[in-house]
């Protein structure tokens, strides 16, 4: 059975289509990262992607609706397809572990002009600020697991925001990244996991009171 995003609600490719027409998906979204990597977002066109793709341009518009409906769907596949959470043994290997994977996924040759592209179309348009808000939250809630069995172990407060110990981790890579322009190292990915693991220990993540 084909599934199809008919809810006028639903942003258009936000349906994981099933059975035949998952070769279909694949192939647009391959057309739409190799996309990205070559002209960016601004250049992004449904007739560009269906050509390279193989795929009739009706489909594509039915199906996607907008360059905004392809990158949402993009951003759902590469969230699902995303390396697992490590589980080291202990939360200082985890987090590293995080940092790194964050630090490999932004120095790659084709995914980081994938992200520097949809972080730049999300400065100005709503749909891919969502769509980018949904990768980043699905890869904050697979990596939790790490910072929540720290806790059960004793090694972080038991009050600790799992999900804010990540984000910490995480985030000065990506201003380094989109902000800043500056290089990414192992170094800056070991200290941005060093820092976080600190500040976690000394409680400044610890659940806010007023939220409780």
């Not at 193989?54 to 993009?74: A, E, F, H, Q």
């Not at 995914?111 to 969502?130: E, K, L, S, W, Y």
């Not at 070991?190 to 220990?201: E, I, M, N, Q």
């Amino acid at each position: 059975m084909t599934h199809l995003n008919t809810d006028p609600q639903v942003p258009p490719g936000t349906l994981r289509p099933g059975g035949r027409t998952a070769k279909v998906r694949a192939a647009v979204l391959a057309a739409t990262q190799e996309a990205l990597v070559g002209q960016g977002f601004q250049d992004l066109t449904m007739d560009r992607v269906a050509a390279a793709a193989g795929v009739g341009k009706t489909t594509v518009y039915r199906r996607w609706g907008s360059p905004i409906g392809l990158v949402t769907d993009l951003l759902r596949d590469m969230a699902e397809q995303s390396v697992p959470a490590a589980d080291t043994g202990t939360v200082e290997g985890d987090l590293r572990a995080n940092a790194n994977l964050v630090l490999e996924t932004l120095t790659d040759p084709r995914m980081g002009p994938v992200f520097r592209a949809v972080i730049a179309a999300a400065t100005c348009d709503t749909q891919c600020a969502i769509a980018l808000n949904g990768f980043y939250a699905a890869r904050v809630r697979a990596w939790t697991p790490c910072v929540e069995r720290a806790v059960a172990r004793g090694e972080l407060p038991a009050d600790t925001v799992a999900a804010e110990v990540i984000r910490a981790v995480s985030s000065p890579l990506y201003y380094r990244f989109a902000i800043s322009h500056e290089p990414l190292r192992t170094a800056d990915a070991d200290r941005a996991a060093t820092a976080a693991l600190a500040a976690a220990r000394a409680g400044a993540y610890a659940a806010d009171p007023e939220a409780r």
